[in-house]
Structures are given as structure tokens and as C-alpha cells.
């Protein structure tokens, strides 16, 4: 038997909100629109179809029928087809995951110390995470589980906001996505150039920047599982090295040069787009949330100890390399730690640190194109992009999505390390804007809306979590150059012409647009507004 309750708090010709303290872990929660794909049906008997008329629910009642079984599905939570049931992502690779989409090690820190010196750059790496990195991660993890689908961010926004403001902020996420991309080859050959010379300009570079891009782009086609493997085996890989060096420079160290600052020698645009750009990310991983083996466990834990692992993996090798030398900031530029592996430990642990930059930047790569293409599939899936961006390969993978992100980066590698950083976070600044908005009105629009993970903060304490890295945002983009912002604003303009666009093609039926049958309805029968609480007895 099954026990079908509808619930909609208040009046219900004006609340429209879910009653509080409506959600168990016995009853979840499925939209009406969902139940006819989701559960398999039986002819009720005459006599329980005339019990079923005098029911108050009787027409949820007599759609569904009796049922034998029924698929439990929370808000936002998307059953998955049989044609796509490929492997999840559990706990470990999804930690490792989450370290590369936000950090891979150490490498591309040094500016910092270029940038302020010692202090500022360790005090930076210790307070910086408490302004950003935790309340994006805490968002990330409330959100996610609230929605644990491919499109991550797109989604939330979307249902907050509405779909046109969904699709704003999965072009800027995206854009900023493929530009950060854009970044990896040129920081591997940053780090292989000392070691071989050739490979730092002309068509060497030019040819090697293109192989390493088809190579891992057939590694993210051939599966999310192999990407989260990989990235688990190229982490322990790239910290190593700085594990052995700290031991290495111990005789060295000298803390009275952590301590040294010049107020008046500080270039603040590079300081703090460094630390912005090497501790934003967290909510990439949002994107993948469809692929990861129980999400509403799985995603806050991994959150957890990718946190954990990526201030220490950036403030040990700074504390390091800048007590065991002499300071010398014109020094402390992209691949420094490379040299200061030779000073301390010789040609060995110097070619060590290469490779597991060259490996760290593979990493990076991997995790971001992967969160990129799968972003693409979910907006597909939700009817904001054609629907060939959804068709997924043999190996689970969205092809189109891939291919327009692999182009994407080849297009933007010619761009200097400084220019790729600053473009990135000024359209990665915009997106997080809308997702704080959209944070903040689901919380006070559909405050008893069902949240595995909920931030144990209310609907003040969510608004004053945000104002520190909004006031953040405020400053990078302030501080941005005429060029970033120029560049970046026509960026944002295509958006905003781009979706009305599309929606004329799909008007016209030029391409073809469809929404998943799988997926929750945002704004009809949104599980958000109207729920349905589905009770197996056997």
C-alpha cells in the first residue's frame, strides 16, 4: 500500500510554501509532475476508487492509483534513467576532485609574495578563506544538496530567479570556467620551460599547448569515474614533494622572515586577485552533483576535507619557501618553487616539483573541463541550451560539452598568466553575486523547503554571511583594469542577448530544446511550492 498526503502550508490560495517541519526521513518528497515517471501503476479496485472520491486528495489520488513500489525523490533530486546508470563518484575522488577545481597544490601562489611580501601573503592565505573560501563552500553544500543535479549553480539561480537569470549565470560560470582553463597548459610549460627551453615561446609551445589539450580532453571523454581516480593518484603526487622539502629546509628556516612587510610596496590588484583566484571555485562541484554517489552525504564531507587540504596545502609550502631563503620578491614569480627546490634540496627534488606541477596542472584541467561540459549538459537538460548538449557518450560523458569547452580553452591560451586571472574573476565575480541572491531569497521565500545540509544559521545570519565576500567582489572588481573590465562587460552583454536568441530558435524550431522528464519542474509543479509526501507500507 502507499499513502499519498499532499502538503501545502497556510491557505492555500496564497502561501504556497511547504509547512514546516513536513520533512522525515521516512516521508520525501516528489513533485506531482514527477509521480507518473517515477512510480508504476495499478487499477484501483471500484471499491478504493470510490474511497479515493471522497478523499481531499482525491485527484492526486485517482492519477496515481495504487501502487507496489515507489521512488523516493527529494527536492531536486533526479532519478536516473537505466540507460544512465553509469558509476558514480564517491567520497575520496570527489574530495580530490573539489582540490583541483579550487587549488592542485601551491603552484601559481608565488605572486602573492611578489605581490606583498612574506606577511601579507601568509596572513592572506590564513584570513582569506574565512572571507570566501567557507561561506562559498557552506553555500555550495546547502544549495547542492538542495538540488544534487548537473547544473549545479545554473539551478539555483534559475529557481530563485527564473530562467532567463539561470542562464546569465551559467554563461558567466561557464565563460569564467573555460578562461581559467585556459590557464593550466600555459602554467605546465610555465614550469617545464626552465628544464626546456624550447617550450617557452614559437611553435614548440604552440604545438605543445594544443597536444596536452587533446590529450586530457580524451581523458574527460572517457569517464567522470577515470577523472576521479586520476586526480586522486596526481594529488598525492603533486603534495609530496613539498612534504619532503619541509623536512628538507628545517635546518634553514628562519621566522623573522616571515615577518617582514612594506605597507608602501604593495601592488593590491595582483595581491588579491592571487588569493581570490586560488581560493574561489568551491561551488564547481556543484555541476558533477548528479554524478556523485549519494549527494546529500557524499558533496558537505567532501567539502569538509577539500577545505581542510587546500589552506594547508598553500600556506606550508609559502611558510617554507619563504623561511628557508633570503627574500628576493622580483623572484617569486610563476614556477618559483621550482628553484627554491633546487636551493634546498638539490636538481632532484627541483625536478620533482616540475613534474608535480606538470601533474598538478593535468589535475586542474580535468576537474574544470569536467565541471564545465557537465554544467553544459544540465542547462541542456533544463531547456536552456539545444538539446544535443545533453546526449552523453558510450562512457557517460557530455561529448558537445567537452568539445565546446576543449575549443574554448584553445581560443584563450594565448593570453599572459595576470591577463587569464584577472578576466576569470571578474566574470566569476558577477556569478557569485547571483548565486548569493539566489541563496539568500530561496531561504526566505521557501525557508521550510526540504535541505539535507542546512547552513545552522537563519535568515539574518545568511544575509550577514554573505556581506564579507560581497564586499570582497566589490573590491576586485574595483580594482580590475580598464581592459579586464572592458573585456569582461562585453562578455556579460552577449549574455544578456544570447538567451533571448535562443529562445527565438526554439520559437522558430531551427534546433531542438527539451526539458528532461527526470528533473523536478522549477516553476509549475515546483517541488519547492507543492509537495507530495509518498509513504511505503508493505
Keep these: ?53 471522497h478523499t481531499p486528495n ?12 515507489a521512488e523516493y525523490v527529494t527536492i531536486g533530486e533526479v532519478p536516473t534513467p537505466p540507460a544512465d546508470n553509469f558509476k558514480k563518484v564517491s567520497v575520496l575522488p570527489l574530495i580530490f576532485l573539489i582540490f583541483y577545481e579550487v587549488s592542485g597544490g601551491p603552484f601559481g601562489v608565488e605572486d602573492s609574495v611578489q605581490a606583498a611580501g612574506p606577511f601579507l601573503a ?13 561561506p562559498e563552500a557552506l553555500i555550495t553544500a546547502e544549495m547542492g544538496t538542495m538540488f544534487p543535479e548537473n547544473g549545479g549553480y545554473v539551478v539555483w539561480v534559475a529557481s530563485a530567479l527564473g530562467p532567463y537569470w539561470g542562464f546569465q549565470q551559467g554563461w558567466m560560470k561557464w565563460l569564467s570556467g573555460v578562461i ?28 605543445a599547448v594544443l597536444a596536452l589539450t587533446l590529450v586530457l580532453t580524451y581523458m574527460n ?17 603533486s603534495i609530496l614533494p613539498f612534504v619532503v ?57 567532501a567539502l569538509f576535507y577539500a577545505l581542510i587540504l587546500v589552506v594547508v596545502g598553500y600556506f606550508f609550502p609559502l611558510l617554507v619557501g619563504t623561511g628557508a631563503l633570503p627574500l628576493d620578491r622580483e623572484l617569486w614569480t610563476d614556477g618559483y618553487f ?3 627546490a633546487k636551493l634546498l634540496g638539490g636538481v632532484w627534488l ?38 544535443f548538449f545533453s546526449k552523453r557518450s558510450r562512457y557517460g560523458t557530455p561529448l558537445i560539452g567537452i568539445l565546446f569547452s576543449a575549443s574554448g580553452v584553445l581560443l584563450l591560451s594565448w593570453l599572459s598568466f595576470q591577463e587569464i586571472v584577472a578576466a576569470e574573476n571578474f566574470l566569476y565575480c558577477f556569478g557569485m553575486i547571483l548565486e548569493f541572491i539566489a541563496f539568500i531569497r530561496l531561504r526566505m521565500k521557501y525557508p521550510a523547503a526540504s535541505r539535507p545540509y542546512k547552513i545552522p544559521v537563519g535568515t539574518v545570519g545568511s544575509i550577514l554571511m554573505c556581506i564579507p565576500p560581497t564586499i570582497l567582489i566589490c573590491v576586485v572588481l574595483a580594482i580590475s583594469s580598464l581592459k579586464v573590465a572592458v573585456i569582461s562587460l562585453v562578455a556579460v552583454v552577449i549574455g544578456l542577448v544570447m538567451q533571448p536568441g535562443l529562445k527565438y530558435v526554439e520559437k522558430r524550431r531551427w534546433l531542438k530544446f527539451s526539458t528532461s522528464a527526470n528533473l523536478p519542474d522549477l516553476h509549475n509543479d515546483s517541488p519547492l511550492r507543492s509537495h507530495i509526501v509518498i509513504k511505503t507500507q508493505r
Design 1 to 53: 500500500m502507499v499513502e499519498v498526503v499532499s502538503e501545502v502550508s497556510g491557505d492555500p490560495q496564497t502561501s504556497g510554501q511547504p509547512a514546516a517541519g513536513c520533512v522525515s526521513p521516512q516521508n520525501q518528497l516528489v513533485s506531482v509532475s514527477q509521480i507518473q515517471t517515477t512510480v508504476d501503476t495499478k487499477h484501483p479496485s471500484s471499491e478504493e476508487d470510490e474511497k479515493l472520491r
Design 58 to 69: 482525491a485527484r492526486a489520488s485517482s492519477a496515481m492509483g495504487q501502487y507496489d513500489s
Design 122 to 134: 601568509l596572513l592572506g592565505f590564513l584570513v582569506f578563506p574565512f572571507i570566501w573560501s567557507i
Design 180 to 207: 581559467d582553463n585556459a590557464l593550466y597548459p600555459v602554467l605546465f610549460l610555465d614550469y617545464l620551460k626552465s628544464a626546456i627551453p624550447a617550450l617557452g615561446g614559437g611553435w614548440p609551445r604552440i604545438f
Design 221 to 237: 571523454y572517457r569517464g567522470l569515474t577515470i577523472v576521479g581516480w586520476v586526480a586522486v593518484l596526481l594529488g598525492v603526487f
Design 245 to 301: 622539502m619541509g623536512f628538507v629546509s628545517i635546518p634553514k628556516l628562519k621566522p623573522s622572515r616571515w615577518l617582514v612587510v612594506n605597507m608602501h610596496h604593495v601592488d593590491w590588484n595582483l595581491y588579491l586577485n592571487t588569493l581570490f583566484w586560488n581560493l574561489n571555485y568551491w561551488d564547481s562541484i556543484s555541476t558533477l552533483a548528479g554524478e556523485v554517489e549519494n549527494p546529500k552525504k557524499t558533496l558537505p564531507k
Design 338 to 340: 621550482s628553484d627554491i
Design 350 to 387: 627541483r625536478w620533482w616539483i616540475q613534474a608535480a606541477a606538470a601533474m598538478s596542472n593535468m589535475g586542474m584541467f580535468v576537474a574544470e573541463m569536467s565541471s564545465d561540459s557537465f554544467q553544459l549538459l544540465g542547462m541542456a537538460e533544463r531547456g536552456m541550451l539545444p538539446e
